[in-house]
């Protein structure tokens, strides 16, 4: 059986770039070629005709990027018979024949076997899968328990030199270098439920970690391979097993000695407080990191109890201290224009901003995205209608959606008065003491 997957058009912008690690993963599970639309720059046409003579064609599918996917399977199915299998954070969002929502390397290598004798049974067997539009699709729930059985990325499968040449960067705020990036995952599920985040319905509420010696070992090819000087850890939350986060530390601290090299770390997509300690913090400076991002996400505890973020401003306070007794600079997200919010929420958080002693605090408008908790809430209320999401968290004028207590001008005058604190602050890697 052929095998082809799609990383489709509009997975990059001007200043961005999505890599497509899900599918290192997949190759690994499944015989396949890659189509990589941001490397090859192919449009949906040519697309459309590189898929002819596969059986089975495979694309992800990210929220912001559903109507290109659409026009692909148009195109495709004008040409072909291939069975069309949609995956990713959003792949219930748009009609094909099979869709597999979120951690899929199981799920797609059991359906691809099934094709093979396929019985509707056998099919609807399958957890995690949805039929088309004809059924909505089932939350996942194939989660793998080891995830070094799940393989060792290819990176040179996955282009990373051309993406590299592309200019391919990931970001990190406290690197004004330009070093070589490349992303690493090496753990999969968080046990939170923010009601703004799809992460624990895709990959599972359950913490699971690849080897210590998995991830030494991927840092070390990308170092020596692929030329990489700053790993991204792209983990939903690297350190919430916090000796397993130190073991990792101390690994990296002992693989950069051993080679005598200068290699810098980032883990952008935050991490949670609580298991943030100082000891945990100083090996992170001397394993290479520059920054912290945390994520209070308001400074309104009215707001904080509806996102169900679980968290206590007052510690978060103490644990910026204690980065910066670390000798790391400390990022903050923050979301405003949560639904329910009003001006008094937004007083707050503007208030909680420009006293903190954060290095710098990035503010996203708030949208609702498709597989969280918030998303269903508003469309039940008819707040909002199912429709392609332009995702937005800059510009007050252009958001989809505006909470009906609050006003754009609102939000754009917020916008203004913590603009201070949005913009870079921090001191650059290089210029960072090394703790103590
Ligand atoms: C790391 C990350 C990023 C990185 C990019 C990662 C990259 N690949 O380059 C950065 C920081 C750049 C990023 C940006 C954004 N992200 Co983001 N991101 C993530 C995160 C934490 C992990 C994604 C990842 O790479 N996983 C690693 C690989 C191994 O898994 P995977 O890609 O999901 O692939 C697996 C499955 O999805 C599936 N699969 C994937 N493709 C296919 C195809 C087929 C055919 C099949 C069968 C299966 C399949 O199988 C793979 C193996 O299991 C997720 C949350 C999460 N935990 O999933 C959010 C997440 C995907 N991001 C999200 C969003 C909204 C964004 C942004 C739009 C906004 C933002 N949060 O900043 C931007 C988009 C870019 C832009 N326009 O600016 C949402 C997506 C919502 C949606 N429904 O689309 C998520 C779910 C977080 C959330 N808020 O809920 N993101
Ligand atoms: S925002 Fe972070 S802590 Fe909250 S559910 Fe998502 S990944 Fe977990």
Excluded at 101 to 129: H, N
Excluded at 184 to 208: E, H, I, S
Excluded at 384 to 403: F, G, H, M, W
Aim: a neutral charge; proline letters at 5%; charged letters at 25%.
């Amino acid at each position: 059986m052929r095998v082809l997957l799609i990383w489709p058009t509009g997975m990059k912008g001007d200043d961005w770039m999505l890599f497509p690690l899900g599918l290192g993963y997949l190759r690994n599970a499944v015989p396949c070629d890659i189509l990589d639309c941001s490397i090859e720059n192919v449009d949906n046409e040519a697309i459309a005709e590189r898929a002819r003579g596969y059986d089975v064609v495979g694309i992800t599918v990210w929220g912001f990027n559903t109507h290109n996917v659409r026009n692909i399977i148009d195109r495709i199915r004008a040409r072909s018979s291939a069975r069309i299998v949609v995956g990713g954070p959003s792949a219930g969002l748009v009609a094909a024949d099979y869709a597999l929502l979120g951690e899929a390397e199981e799920k797609f290598a059991t359906l691809l076997a099934q094709f093979a004798a396929p019985t509707v049974e056998q099919v609807d067997a399958i957890p995690g899968l949805g039929v088309g539009t004809e059924r909505a699709p089932e939350m996942p729930r194939v989660f793998s328990d080891n995830l070094d059985e799940l393989g060792v990325i290819d990176y040179d499968a996955l282009r990373l030199a051309d993406y590299h040449r592309a200019g391919y960067k990931y970001w990190m705020y406290t690197l004004k270098d330009k070093f070589v990036t490349a992303p690493v995952m090496a753990t999969r599920g968080c046990p939170y439920k923010c009601t703004f985040c799809a992460a624990p319905a895709l990959q599972g509420t359950k913490l699971r970690k690849h080897s210590i010696e998995y991830v030494i070992d991927s840092i070390e090819t990308l170092y020596f391979k692929h030329g990489v000087r700053q790993v991204s850890f792209l983990d939903d939350n690297l350190t919430l097993d916090a000796r397993w986060a130190k073991k990792l530390c101390e690994a990296i601290i002992r693989f950069k000695h051993k080679h005598n090299i200068e290699l810098s770390f980032s883990t952008s997509n935050g991490v949670r407080y609580k298991t943030l300690d100082l000891e945990l913090l100083k090996l992170m400076r001397r394993a290479g990191w520059g920054e912290i991002v945390l994520a209070p996400e308001s400074g309104s505890e009215r707001t904080l109890i509806r996102m169900r973020k679980e968290l206590d401003l007052d510690v978060v306070d103490e644990k910026v201290d204690l980065v910066h007794r670390a000798g790391l600079n400390a990022v903050a997200f923050f979301i405003v224009g949560y639904p329910g919010e009003m001006p008094d929420d937004l007083e707050q958080s503007r208030r909680y901003i420009m006293n903190s002693k954060f290095d710098r605090a990035i503010v996203n408008l708030f949208n609702p995205i498709p597989g969280t908790p918030i998303y269903d809430e508003l469309l039940a209320a008819g707040e909002i209608k199912p429709k392609e999401i332009k995702i937005n968290y800059r510009s007050a004028e252009a958001l989809q959606y505006v909470t009906p207590g609050l006003t754009r001008d609102a939000l754009r005058r917020f916008q203004l008065d913590v603009s201070e604190k949005t913009r870079f602050r921090e001191m650059w890697l290089k210029d960072l003491p090394l703790a103590a």
